[in-house]
């Protein structure tokens, strides 16, 4: 494994990538720089997902359903809590490293975003210690005794906030990876706090029998010991240097993006407490059990995302002239839409084999039945990514909110009118709703202020072809043939119905044996 390169020192050898010699470079460059480093950026992720699927076994084991549905709370909240605290800065940091390359620049902006989250998380600390029996009791994690619960939940409410401490300041370390563009220094990082933090979460489960509160524990320590090292490996850059102007400036930016995510966690966790809320008694938590598996599974779609979300603002913002920016914008919206379509009817024709696996009891098995509508969701989540960076180039983002406001609102609505209805499916087609409108929105709004000519006519050809096979596959009885077959088929039915332009057949006919 490579060592990282000291900070300030060229890069470009570490990231593989070639050294800016002023040419411009050729759209296939740079679309494969971007893949190249959206993979780098998926390999930790990559484990994360692995590793969180083959545990989960491991977790229903030696944990309760109850307590595993309080971890479910406590990180659910958690989610809402880190967009907070890390505030329009976050948001704001890697657009606002782009607009000038001075070092003295770009130094003062690092160390006011590190000393403003520093400060805002261990407030947000010190308040989850102070009053820890309070949200235990608030978010109905206390312990219940007849309830089969294990461990105090003031002490997983203690133990939640240093996550959180822990987690704010981590992202904005690996976040400066991301600014300067070394997805393998990124990766290291990752790829560390994984190997840390399983083997411990291992035995204070397994052997120390810790439950919940050594599940948190386990998560939070690795996160911790590398985020110690990356305090050291940065220190010259983390001086004492504060500059409230730019904070002021960073959020004015980064606000809009911050109530947007906070608009999207009602989207993405919110469902969870409203089942919990629509539904009764034990039905309420086996419905709640059976659409998390659904909801874990379907992530392994937004695990390609990820990673190519963390690659995307830092090369999107790169390509400084902007017709080529423009160009580049439209073709990733489409190859990106194309793997994320293809992945939803893989993902959605073999769920029942993949709940089977992963689901140890009988009870577990109907969450096949969400996981087309959740994989699909991710497929137009890819697309909303694309799109909202034009916002963020021209520095527009007001918004942004308003989008993922109006998507909210939608799923709401709807999980309030399908859910005491259908249980976990009526969550999981609110949730698809919801990610169709937020694109579509955000897509308008992004025209208005930087029109893109997105190729629209070939999205909704992979859409259709991928809607239909999925279909098709649902329409008969399950079998592993005809899932094979109906996911090989995805990329050759695009030829019949003009999805690829002459130059990406030329390619594909040169990958196909000669005859």
Known sequence: MSRLAPPGRDSTRESGRPPDDGKPR???????????????????????????????????????????????????????????IRGGANFGFIRFYFLDKDPAYRRGLIRTVFWAQMGYSTLGLVLCVLFASQLANALGVAYQPGKHLQGSGTNLVIATAVLLWVNVNYAQMTNLFRAEQRPAAFSIATVTNIAITVPLT?????????????????????????????????????????????????????????????????????????????LHGTYALHQLGQYSLAYKISSAMVLL???????????????????????????????????AAWAAVGLSLFAPWIVHLLGRQRGYWPASTAVPALAYASVFFAGFIVVTIATGRVRQTKFNWIASTGAAVLNFGLNLWLIPSYGMLGAAYATLAAYVLLMAVRTWNAQRVYPVQYQWRRVVILLLAA???TGTGEAFPHSLVLAFALTAAYPLLLFPLGFYLPAERKRLRRLLPAH
Do not use: C
């Open 26 to 84: 050729s759209l296939a460059s740079q679309l494969r720089g971007l893949g190249r480093d959206s993979v780098i950026y998926g390999i930790g992720g990559l484990m994360s997902r692995f590793l969180a699927v083959v545990m989960l076994p491991l977790y229903t084991s030696f944990v309760s359903p109850g307590d595993y549905g309080r971890i479910e709370l406590l990180m659910t909240v958690m989610a809402v809590v880190v967009v907070v």
């Open 202 to 278: 291992v035995i204070l489960v397994v052997v120390y029998k810790h439950g919940p509160l050594g599940i948190i524990v386990g998560n939070l320590s690795g996160t911790l010991i590398v985020y110690v090292a990356l305090l050291a490996y940065r220190r010259e850059q983390l001086g004492l240097q504060f500059d409230r102007k730019l904070l002021h400036t960073l959020n004015r930016f980064g606000f809009p993006l911050m109530a947007a995510a906070l608009a999207m966690w009602v989207t993405n966790f919110g469902d969870r407490l409203m089942i919990r809320k629509l």
């Open 305 to 339: 995302f990820t990673a190519f979300q963390v690659a995307w603002p830092a090369f999107a913002y790169s390509i400084e002239d902007e017709r080529e920016a423009k160009r580049a914008y439209s073709f990733v919206l489409t190859y990106l839409m194309f793997i």
């Open 467 to 469: 809607g239909a096979l």
